[in-house]
């Protein structure tokens, strides 16, 4: 009972809430990238979580947020301390790839479900005992280098070189782009990578233009990915530039300007609700979100990363009341049943797709989870 | 590999190795004047650029209140000594040569319309950023570092980190997470042989090169320069032939931001900086120090300049270890250091 207490006590200094935090609640523990270099990801996810449902199932929802800095060993302190101390009934988190893959050990060991709003596939694939209890509500890096795939293949490319992040994430865009491009016969002739706050990326262009390859993808992030446009622009490079989902933000076309106009990518049909044809299965939904984000932070402020955090949302929306029917909040068997109620998602319309979920695939979306666009006039236009 | 990708890749070397060269020689004299291994001086890198980027964008930069805030900090300090001591003559001079140019530039910036901000000409917009972020130095000096001149190198060396901490937050505070980029001083390219160059890159080489023979006139023919070489040489020494070490710290801090701003200032058209850039840029400018000793200009310099050519040499021929291969520099050099020079124990140990 004394410890129940002290616990008790812990909460409510945690969260401020002296007599709120009672144990019915639903607590969500939430940690993204909030500052650091993904800080540009983590800022809208932030926003978003803000927005989310306070009431789910006629149960109150607390969400707790933390800032991991966008580094994988706070953002496991983060998870420690959420679940410890918070008695979180499942986590949201986090923004960048390596942090989700750093959260997993602890959520798996302490039986907590854990949603990622990471883009990486190696978050949920190879299905293993510790994947069991993580999901991901982004786009896996596959469903994305399929589209860009399928544009190049379109568009007579033959050849292609990769620059990208020396990290998960650009390796894991490599990976993934190169095991399809491949079985597509499509040659990649140079495989390069920078660091996110590299001032020059000259040699790695100079080698990519000494390929002479018929296209270039930029595997890199937020406002970090212009650079590489940029030089090899300089440079007076003419073939087509494919960036990839993750510079889907106002910030990307505000600091790349005239230099990534032209540019090709793959993004969640969020990004272009509006130029969606009206018997698209995700307009709706993915509207709802544009608006309700919109009419807090202004016109043009919606980015595609604030819709992973909306969609982990939405997966809760449709799973927390399954899981109430049974178990109590803050119990370890309310935290497996939402677990198994989260895989058991079907056809559920979020911002950036449709939820199928089964026990092999943690993720869930098909091929109308993305479109590409392209850069035009400083703003994404969707390709028919 | 043909010689035009060489030359590219020199040319790319050399430009930033230009500016890790300013950063080199900044960290050299505050280190040899005030035994401060300067870390923060990054971040003179980064509030320079995102400063002149917010003024491009007809905002009121948060590095304006930085410099109030502190001043309004030191006058507080040196106004209640000179209170107590009865000294009410230095009143003015302090809370002028604290506070007055930071207010200035606050009226003066809050003044202007929005779009008259952004369409001032960019000599001034540069000298509007220069008179913010370089009184930062000497106020920080003041606060910070002057009333532990005297301790040991380590401590200060805690404290500088303490402050670059302090720093980086106040510049995600300022300027958000995104990354900013300013317009070029001119735009285009001229040819040079086989070579495209940018007008930029020509500036920074030129701005450098005339920064360094600037530095070079101050130490060799002012009597401030040489009251900053004599603290350099021994601090103790320099006390007792009536140079203030407190002004020559002021001093040092105020020069390593205004190279730091400038730098910033410089480099912000050619690459997209961020609160946080500033830290590596400023690392690889602490690479080139340490070749040169922490002691010697002209080889911090160079060494500068090599880190510069070997980041861009490594990043075409093994872009996945560039850093690695750039900071692994530092052993070699250590190494060749602790075996050819003799080690002086420090006075305080």
């Not at chain 1, 212009?226 to 960036?243: D, R, S």
């Not at chain 1, 939820?355 to 869930?364: E, P, R, T």
């Amino acid at each position: 009972m004394h410890r129940k207490t002290l616990i008790a006590t812990l909460i409510s200094l945690a969260s401020g809430l002296a007599a709120s935090a009672a144990w019915a609640d639903i607590n969500v523990g939430v940690s993204l990238a909030a500052t650091g270099p993904a800080a540009s990801l983590g800022i809208p996810e932030k926003n978003t979580i803000a927005l989310l449902p306070t009431t789910i199932g006629g149960q109150k929802v607390n969400y707790i947020v933390l800032d991991d800095a966008t580094d994988s060993t706070t953002a496991v302190k983060n998870i420690k301390k959420l679940i410890s101390e918070n008695k979180v009934d499942v986590v949201i988190g986090s923004s960048t790839t390596p942090s989700s893959l750093a959260m997993m050990d602890v959520a798996a060991e302490n039986e907590t479900p854990m949603i990622s709003m990471a883009g990486s596939a190696i978050i949920v694939e190879p299905m293993d005992a510790k994947r069991h209890w993580v999901f991901k509500s982004a786009q896996n890096d596959a469903h994305m280098a399929t589209a860009i795939v399928e544009h190049m293949t379109s568009n007579n490319v033959q050849s292609v070189a990769f620059i990208g992040f020396a990290d998960a994430y650009g390796q894991g865009w490599y990976k993934e782009f190169a095991k399809i491009a491949e079985a597509r016969k499509i040659k990649i002739l140079a495989n390069e990578s920078y660091q996110r706050n590299d001032t020059s990326v000259t040699g790695q262009t100079l080698k990519i233009l000494a390929a002479k390859p018929d296209a270039v993808l930029i595997g890199a992030a937020g406002t970090p990915a212009v650079l590489p446009q940029k030089t090899l622009k300089e440079k007076g490079y003419k073939g087509a530039i494919y960036q990839t989902h993750g510079v889907a933000n106002a910030d990307f076309l505000r600091v790349g300007g005239k230099d990534v106009e032209g540019a090709f990518l793959p993004v969640g049909p969020m990004v272009v609700a509006d130029q969606l044809a009206n018997d698209n299965p995700v307009k709706k939904s993915a509207l709802e979100y544009v608006k309700k984000y919109e009419g807090v932070h202004g016109k043009g402020s919606i980015s595609s990363f604030g819709g992973h955090a909306w969609d982990a949302g939405v997966l809760l929306g449709s799973a927390v009341p399954v899981a109430l029917k049974k178990a109590q909040p803050g119990t370890k068997e309310f935290r497996k049943a939402l677990r198994d109620a989260i895989e058991g998602t079907k056809n559920l319309p979020a911002a950036h797709g449709i939820f199928n979920l089964s026990a092999q695939d943690h993720q869930g979306f098909d091929q109308r989870a993305r479109v590409m666009v392209k850069v035009e006039n400083g703003t994404w236009k969707l390709i028919k | 590999m043909d010689l035009q990708i060489l030359l590219l890749l020199g040319q790319d070397g050399l430009t930033n190795g230009a500016i890790y060269a300013l950063l080199a020689l900044a960290l050299v004299l505050v280190f040899a004047v005030t035994r401060v291994i300067f870390l923060p001086q990054g971040e003179f890198v980064a509030y320079g650029a995102l400063t002149l980027a917010a003024l491009q964008a007809g905002k009121l930069p948060g590095t304006v209140w930085l410099a109030v805030g502190l001043g309004v900090a030191v006058v507080l300090i040196d106004g209640g000594l000179a209170l107590k001591s009865g000294n009410l003559k230095r009143l003015p001079r302090i809370i002028l040569g604290n506070l007055g140019l930071p207010l200035v530039l606050l009226g003066l910036i809050s003044g202007l319309e929005a779009e008259a901000l952004s369409a001032l000409a960019l000599p001034l917009q540069i000298l509007l950023t220069l008179g913010i972020v370089v009184p930062l130095g000497p106020l920080l000096y003041r606060l910070v570092f002057q009333p532990i001149a005297s301790a040991t190198p380590l401590v200060l060396l805690i404290v500088a980190v303490a402050l670059h901490m302090t720093l980086i937050g106040l510049g995600l505070v300022f300027f958000g997470a995104e990354g900013f980029r300013t317009q070029p001083f001119s735009d285009g390219a001229v040819e040079i042989g086989p070579l495209l160059v940018q007008h930029q890159t020509l500036w920074i080489l030129f701005a450098s090169v005339a920064l360094i023979a600037l530095l070079y006139v101050l130490f060799e023919r002012t009597i401030y320069g040489k009251a900053l070489r004599a603290t350099a040489l021994n601090r103790t020494g320099a006390r007792l032939m009536g140079i203030s070490t407190t002004m020559a710290g002021k001093l040092s801090m105020g020069l390593a931001a205004f190279i730091g701003a400038l730098s910033g200032v410089l480099v912000s058209p050619m690459t997209t900086l961020y609160y946080d850039s500033g830290f590596l840029i400023g690392l690889k400018g602490f690479v080139g120090a340490i070749i040169g000793g922490l002691a010697s200009y002209p080889v911090a310099a160079l060494g500068a300049v090599l880190v510069g050519l070997l980041e861009s040499y490594s990043s075409f021929y093994a872009s996945a270890f560039k850093e690695v291969i750039v900071f692994t520099l530092i052993i070699p050099v250590l190494l060749w250091r602790s075996l050819t020079s003799h080690h002086v124990e420090e006075e305080e140990e």
